[in-house]
């Protein structure tokens, strides 16, 4: 007679579900460290499948891929032995390729990656150093090792660890030297990262001291967040710096998106359940003072407020979403994954050519025209919003490639009941030991973002019981789980863990509800959200090449070919009665204009004095607008399938 065993659901808050349990079977924090909520799986146990795959295949077959063959700051890095840059870009480009080359198991860049390591393992020096003779800096070197522990979880290469152990020895024998005023200093904390995986694999307690050095000499964050001196004040009152002093670099937006993490990391080494809170403090203080759509803030170059023509450089958003990612692995929060999708789904593909062979240095929310021209940037140049290979500066050239691979290795993580967790949604599989010890296999079948149905399907060896957690969005109200006859439904923002005896073929059905919303923005103007994507004005576009340098790597300058000064009709109270949704299978490359799987038709009328002013949309005409003129069938599309894009839409007064 079979044996029923009853299929157990248990719904979280927001936080992730916490029990007495450490997992068994991944490395783990080891004491004195806090547990993390989650357990981050080795480089390769998640694979991309479905369009995620495409995307990193297109990433493959463009700049990441050919980059080192003639951009000259990788392609003679001293990273590798040549003669060329030795400071942060060689690492950079090291630290997106690895895991690009390895979810995607291509030879070729798995080859290419293995010049730079094998270079760098044989750089070590008897005290500990490691690099290039020509570097005397500690901030590459804090890249390098994110890049390496990458490469040693796919590989298992037993020359890492020694590496990386000999380098804390160095650091713990000299003087701490991490100056405010210099990037070694305010980037500090990045050490922790490798400092917590090395330690967690050795148990050097030594390891544990330069981290407790480190957060006591280096620039204190986790206070910054609190207090945050550059508010909406700070910026009307010019007292934002814009240049490369201590406290310029504390306005830096890059600088800003990696130190979001580490009151986290301060968590985990001190145990202070403060530490934790001030993250959403940062979070907050962000968002009502610089806050953009996606989920980033603003920053062209330094914090600039939040006017939708304001840029938020390209790096930002890419390590914005690493510090999401291992804050998700600390805390277990659902509303950081939140906010992670809405960067990976729109931010990264809407400053970003299709083909992946161009970007920007700055994105703007609002943007009409890309050109080289002045606009009101904070401090960067002219030519930061072109499509092109290095716009502006060259550090977004190197650090971009990131952004994609880093995601889908933290879609899944361990659960410290022997379990698995989806943290982000997407077509992929999994890999990974549960229960007791046993591999299974997850198999993830969606269009997520564009569509809200999700199938996983379990494959084990025997069956066994094992729990599955799954992250309820916020904004997913009226989600259903269906498993085997039974329907579940879960509270919004929250997590629902099924346990059960799973045997090969069995499935669960996650249905989120993508219902047309909308938030308020500057000057009470609206952004159109459905999901986790934002919705913007499909507009012409018309491409102008300005300089080709290699294969199909161009500058681009894009010009409007039709109107983009609208403003939108919205019923805010119940705003799907505002839209037509639209959607269609995925089919080609996804982020191409013409391919948008998902479009949303709505209606507005044009504003005539709202017009292009120092080269970008003008401000944003405070809602509601009185216009006299014909109402007009408009187009909204997503963002990441834009180049051109009116996001921040006027409320158009329709009494």
């Known amino acids: 007679m079979k044996t029923i065993v009853p299929i157990t659901v248990i719904i979280c808050a927001t936080i992730a579900c916490n029990g007495p349990e450490v997992n068994s079977y991944y490395p783990t924090n080891r004491e004195p460290l806090t547990q993390a909520a989650y357990v981050k799986l080795p480089l390769g146990a998640i694979r991309p499948h479905g369009w995620l795959n495409n995307q990193l295949t297109i990433q493959a077959n463009g700049l990441t891929g050919h980059l080192d063959e003639f951009w000259p700051s990788v392609q003679n890095s001293a990273w590798k032995g040549g003669d060329g840059e030795a400071w942060e870009r060689g690492p950079y480009y090291l630290d997106g390729l690895i895991p690009l080359a390895y979810l995607l198991d291509d030879q070729r860049l798995i080859q290419k990656s293995q010049v730079w390591i094998e270079w760098i393992l044989s750089s070590g020096q008897d005290n500990g150093w490691f690099g290039p003779d020509t570097n005397a800096d500690r901030w590459p070197l804090a890249v390098t090792m994110k890049a390496l522990t990458q490469y040693q979880e796919a590989t298992g290469d037993k020359r890492v660890i020694p590496l990386l152990t000999n380098y804390f020895s160095y650091l713990n024998n000299e003087s701490p030297d991490w100056p405010d005023s210099e990037w070694r200093g305010v980037r500090a904390k990045e050490n922790l990262l490798s400092a917590f995986w090395l330690y967690n694999r050795t148990g050097n307690r030594d390891i544990l001291k330069v981290a407790e050095s480190i957060t006591a000499s280096s620039y204190d964050w986790s206070s910054y967040f609190r207090e945050f001196p550059w508010d909406t004040d700070a910026l009307n009152e010019g007292r934002i710096p814009h240049i490369w002093d201590a406290p310029g670099l504390t306005a830096h937006v890059v600088n800003i998106a990696m130190a979001v993490k580490y009151p986290g990391l301060r968590y985990l080494l001190t145990g202070d359940e403060s530490y934790k809170s001030r993250v959403f403090e940062a979070l907050r203080n962000l968002d009502e003072h ?154 993830e079948e969606t269009q997520y973002p564009f569509q809200g149905h999700i199938r996983f399907t379990v494959t084990v060896p025997e069956p066994l019981v094992f729990p599955l957690h799954l992250r ?134 044009a504003i005539p004095e709202w017009t292009i002013v120092n080269n970008s949309a003008g401000d944003t005409p405070q809602s509601p607008v009185i216009s006299d003129q014909p109402l007009t069938e408009l187009e909204l599309i997503p963002y990441g399938n834009t180049r051109l894009r009116i996001t921040e839409f006027p409320v158009i007064d329709d009494r």
């Open 290 to 443: 610089h806050g953009q759509v996606t989920g980033r803030f603003s920053g062209d170059e330094h914090l600039s407020g939040k006017r939708p023509t304001q840029g938020t450089e390209y790096c930002a958003v890419v390590e914005f979403m690493f510090s999401l990612e291992e804050l998700m692995e600390i805390l277990g929060d659902a509303r950081l994954a939140d906010r992670l999708e809405m960067l990976a789904f729109n931010a990264i593909p809407g400053t970003t050519m299709p083909d992946f062979w161009a970007h920007q240095y700055d994105q703007q929310s609002n943007q009409v025209l890309c050109t080289v021209a002045k606009r009101d940037w904070a401090s960067n140049r002219d030519d930061a919003n072109l499509y092109g290979l290095e716009p502006d500066y060259g550090c977004c050239t190197a650090n971009m490639h990131q952004g994609w691979p880093k995601f889908v290795s933290h879609m899944w993580m361990a659960t410290h009941d022997q379990g698995l967790v989806a943290v982000a949604y997407g077509p992929s599989e999994v890999k990974a030991r549960v229960a007791d010890g046993v591999d299974v296999t997850i198999l």
């Open 472 to 605: 309820i969005p916020a904004w997913a109200e009226g989600a259903v789980i269906q498993v085997g006859k039974k329907t579940i439904s879960p509270e919004a923002g929250t997590f629902a863990v099924i346990k059960r005896k799973w045997s090969t073929g069995d499935s669960v059905v996650l249905n989120l509800p993508m219902k047309v919303r909308v938030e308020t923005r500057y000057h009470d103007a609206v952004s159109v959200m459905r999901g986790p994507l934002y919705f913007a004005l499909r507009i012409g576009e018309r491409f102008k090449e300005l300089k080709h340098y290699y294969l199909q790597s161009s500058d681009w300058e894009v010009h409007p070919t039709t109107p983009w000064n609208y403003g939108l009709i919205i019923d805010k109270t119940n705003p799907e009665n505002s839209f037509v949704v639209e959607t269609r299978d995925i089919a080609g490359n996804i982020w191409d204009q013409e391919n948008a799987p998902v479009v949303l038709r709505a209606r507005g009328k």
